[in-house]
């Protein structure tokens, strides 16, 4: 690519968390256990990607416990993201339609118990540990939201990306914005900030204006700086769910036009969220127990996830490129869904002479 990342507005601090390192080594337990990450291939780059690095950025003040809740959070959806954007399943909406409901069951608690013997996808199980560390303690009203939040995420990427890719569909700029925030499982990594602050915000803050314009602000930063980043990688893999390539696409801009047409937007969504904040902060002084805390939250959630896309190779275009095909790293116990069976070739004909002279 010839056109260069442009400079991404965002006026917050720095910061990583202190227990970085033992997130790292909970991780590579964790996703052993699980069956998540297990063959060579996949191990060396899920430990490239540096997810203990990303989940620091981001929840800079996490304690040890809340920091490897929440990277375990990450790498599911990075996982289950991967097998969707990069593998032949996103291409698939039916064959991951069983997996899909097996989560579901998990998150309503309809879920039943494996039998013996049974094959459990990896990210089933998984999702049932996760479940069951994250909300037994959380309000109901919480857990309402963050379920709707999971099941959107899961439901948008295996029904809408899958049908467009497979039907050869470009979503219109406005379309995919607003589906991007639930392909992104941007909410409900956003959400997971009341759980490490341990707060927890009424109802009516959550549908006050005011937090519904910072919380979107911040959600689209996050999704389209990561589009920006990961642009010339998913034009390798063909993706067209993707910011800057649909600006390309819509408004017949260049690549370098389109990045910097995306910055510009960038811009302005943080300048929705420090306007958005202000007027929160003044208007409720007596909720800023929960406010600043939260605000903070994805204060961090924006400048972490430029940070960390800015040094991970995971979305370096030769970080794919190395693999003949995406199904070399990826694994397919993660879903439990085996690759499609291919037509064999027909066998050459054995009765035919080579040619002679």
């Not at 990607?49 to 990450?74: I, N, R, Y």
């Amino acid at each position: 690519m010839d056109s260069e990342l442009p400079d991404i507005y965002c006026p917050f601090p720095q910061r990583t968390n202190p227990h970085v390192a033992h997130t790292r080594a909970h991780l590579d337990v964790w996703t052993r256990q699980t069956g998540l990450v297990h063959r060579e291939s996949a191990r060396k780059r899920f430990e490239q990607a540096d997810f203990g690095s990303f989940v620091g950025m981001v929840h800079p003040t996490a304690d040890e416990e809340h920091l490897d809740l929440v990277a375990d959070w990450f790498v599911w959806l990075f996982l289950v993201d991967d097998q969707l954007d990069d593998g032949h399943l996103g291409r698939s909406p039916e064959r991951v339609r069983d997996v899909v409901d097996r989560m579901r069951a998990v998150v309503d608690g309809s879920a039943p118990e494996p039998q013996p013997g049974e094959e459990v996808p990896a990210a089933v199980t998984a999702l049932a540990d996760l479940w069951k560390r994250t909300t037994p303690n959380a309000a109901p009203h919480w857990r309402t939201r963050f379920a709707w939040h999971l099941v959107s995420y899961l439901t948008t990427a295996t029904t809408w990306e899958t049908r467009n890719r497979a039907e050869g569909v470009v979503p219109s700029e406005e379309t995919y914005i607003a589906k991007r925030r639930h392909t992104g499982a941007i909410h409900v990594c956003m959400d997971l900030i009341e759980i490490v602050a341990g707060i927890e915000a009424p109802e009516s803050i959550h549908n006050d204006p005011r937090f519904i314009t910072a919380l979107e602000a911040a959600c689209n930063h996050v999704c389209w700086a990561n589009d920006v980043y990961s642009f010339e990688k998913e034009q390798v893999l063909g993706e067209i769910h993707n910011l800057v390539h649909l600006v390309r696409h819509h408004r017949g801009l260049g690549e370098q036009q389109a990045l910097d047409h995306v910055a510009e937007r960038l811009a302005t969504e943080t300048e929705r969220f420090l306007t958005a904040e202000d007027e929160l902060l003044e208007l409720y002084p007596e909720l800023s127990g929960l406010l600043v805390p939260y605000l903070d939250g994805m204060r961090s959630w924006m400048r972490g996830n430029l940070d960390w896309s800015r040094r991970t190779p995971r979305y370096n275009p030769a970080d794919v490129a190395q693999y003949e095909e995406p199904e070399e790293y990826l694994e397919e116990a993660v879903l439990g869904v085996p690759p499609a069976r291919k037509e064999a070739a027909p066998a050459p004909c054995a009765a035919k002479a080579p040619p002679t002279g």
